[in-house]
């Protein structure tokens, strides 16, 4: 890869307090009830420490604990005081909750799936042979995760912000906008034409556009930190600039050069505004968007001088919206669930 990798997000495993479970009392039917027990005790016992461990190493225990809560009853708490699943919020710890229901007990566990998977994502060197694609499958596994705890929560009444079906929808949008950068990372160094990059540009800056909406909206505003607002406005204006840029070097070659210089504009104009109002954003972020600020900065330099000596064309003042193609999608709670992505790191 000719540039270097821009950084990405991960999300924070959601941690938990021990719960006493007891096969009578709790009407657990299962064969596995000691396995569940340990499993659940496991899970708890690690959870202060869990950020620290290998994230494959703590798919795979989440895994195996969903597993065995399968063979349990749907739901067969919710009238029993004496049991309680608390969970702390991933991103204001100090905020939990508490319920009987094996439901929400689920879709925390989805949920620490689909941080795990961004953590392994983020993890990998995008500069290495098949890095680019193994972090793109992982960002749509947690996608796919987080889709799964909207839906699960959906109805479900309280609960901390990040488990609310808008968060899970932002999350979602967020993984997916990380497994489309990937794509056009994958899709620069191989040489792909400026029309499909474009489609792939675009499509990344919509998905980073949609969770940035989000973010800035009740109830998810204020939850986050400065920093994650931050990221994800710049990433969405550098795909937008991106896409333009692209759709700029297409636009060359056909010498449309009015539009040329239009579509530079536009994409410089993203970058400037958002690097004055994005504070809080990781530095190597900022050294990206500058870059690429500066490589449209000569193009339209020469695209203007070009058009001043010889094309003489009208610059446009309204633009189209540019294509998007969405290459990427949320995997689904199967292939989350799926224990053979796990068996390499057994604990």
Not at 12 to 18: G, S, V, Y
Not at 58 to 86: G, N
Not at 231 to 243: D, P
Not at 318 to 328: D, G, Q
Request: with cysteine; glycine share 4%; hydrophobic share 45%.
């Amino acid at each position: 890869m000719s540039r270097p990798p821009s950084p990405m997000l991960s999300v924070p495993e959601k941690k938990t307090a021990a719960a006493e479970l007891f096969r009578d009392r709790h009407f657990f039917n299962s064969a596995f009830f000691t396995e569940l027990r340990d499993a659940r005790a496991a899970i708890s016992a690690a959870a202060p420490n869990s950020q620290s461990q290998p994230p494959a190493s703590r798919r795979a225990l989440l895994l195996r604990y969903h597993r065995l809560l399968f063979s349990a009853r749907d739901d067969p708490c919710a009238f029993d005081e004496t049991l309680a699943f608390t969970w702390h919020d991933a991103f204001r710890p100090h905020l939990k909750h508490s319920s009987a229901s094996l439901r929400f007990e689920k879709a925390a566990l989805v949920f620490n799936l689909g941080s795990a998977a961004s953590r392994i994502a983020v993890a990998v060197d995008r500069t290495a042979e098949g890095g680019v694609k193994e972090a793109c499958a992982e960002f749509q596994r947690a996608a796919g995760a987080f889709r799964a705890v909207g839906e699960m929560m959906e109805g479900q009444g309280e609960a901390t912000v990040d488990m609310s079906p808008r968060a899970a929808a932002m999350l979602e949008r967020l993984m997916l906008a990380q497994a489309q950068e990937c794509c056009f990372e994958r899709a620069i160094a191989a040489g792909t034409s400026p029309a499909a990059c474009t489609k792939v540009a675009r499509q990344a800056g919509l998905y980073y556009e949609e969770a940035y909406a989000a973010l800035v909206r009740p109830p998810l505003q204020n939850h986050f930190e400065r920093s994650w607002v931050s990221q994800i406005q710049l990433k969405a204006a550098q795909f937008n600039a991106e896409a333009c840029y692209r759709y700029a070097m297409e636009l060359h070659e056909k010498a449309e050069v009015g539009e040329e210089i239009a579509r530079l504009q536009f994409g410089i104009s993203e970058i400037v505004n958002a690097k004055k109002s994005a504070k809080g954003a990781p530095g190597p972020l900022y050294d990206s968007a500058s870059r690429l600020e500066r490589g449209m900065n000569q193009s339209l330099e020469r695209a203007v001088n070009e058009n001043n000596r010889i094309y003489l064309m009208r610059i446009p003042v309204i633009l189209a919206l540019l294509p998007a193609a969405s290459v990427v999608r949320p995997a689904s709670l199967s292939e989350i669930l799926d224990e053979k992505t796990g068996s390499d790191a057994q604990p």
